[in-house]
């Protein structure tokens, strides 16, 4: 399977070769532009995937945290209020509080994580696209060359 760096050299290799043909036939791997689109569409599926999991994790966390605060944490911050002022507070009574803040930072990175990777598929996808696009002209262009080069041969 070629790398994205083999890619770009052999597209590069295509432009800057005049005649299209390579020294070692043998060890050059042929890029076409379907090549190109099969491995942009299997690694933007791979990121669609990540950032559609991601933003379902944070979304199913948002809603465990807000049932947990108005279901559980409100009634005990309730009593815990009630009985500070009547002056009967354990430290105790504090760890649920502490529990669910520590809940509230893990949708925090949820919530950060599921942006990068929606930003990182916005990128692919841009790289994804030019490098099709760079990938068809270089066929044009080695099109070009074989109809120029059949043209001058005729004359």
């Keep these: 399977m070629t790398t ?3 890619i770009g050299e ?6 800057d070769n005049a005649s299209g043909e390579s020294k ?5 791997t042929e890029i076409t532009p379907s090549l ?6 299997r690694r933007l599926r791979l990121f669609w995937s990540l950032t559609i999991t991601l933003w379902i994790l ?6 465990l945290s807000l049932e947990c605060f108005y279901h559980w944490f ?8 009630h009985r500070l002022n009547q002056g009967m507070v354990h430290p105790l009574t504090l760890a649920p509080v502490v529990l669910l803040c520590r809940g509230a ?10 942006a990068i990777a929606t930003l990182l598929l916005i990128t692919a996808s841009r790289r994804a696209t030019l490098r099709e696009i760079h990938a068809h002209l270089a066929d044009i262009s080695e099109q070009l060359r074989q109809l120029s080069q059949a043209s ?3 004359e």
């Design 105 to 114: 930072y893990v949708w925090v990175a949820l919530l950060t994580l599921a």
């Design 74 to 81: 409100f009634p005990l911050l309730v009593d815990w209020v």
């Design 24 to 28: 070692d036939r043998s060890s050059r």
């Design 36 to 41: 190109v689109t099969a491995r942009a569409n």
């Design 58 to 63: 944070t979304t199913c966390s948002l809603v």
């Design 10 to 15: 052999e597209l590069l290799k295509r432009n």
């Design 152 to 154: 001058t041969q005729k």
């Design 4 to 6: 994205d760096k083999k």
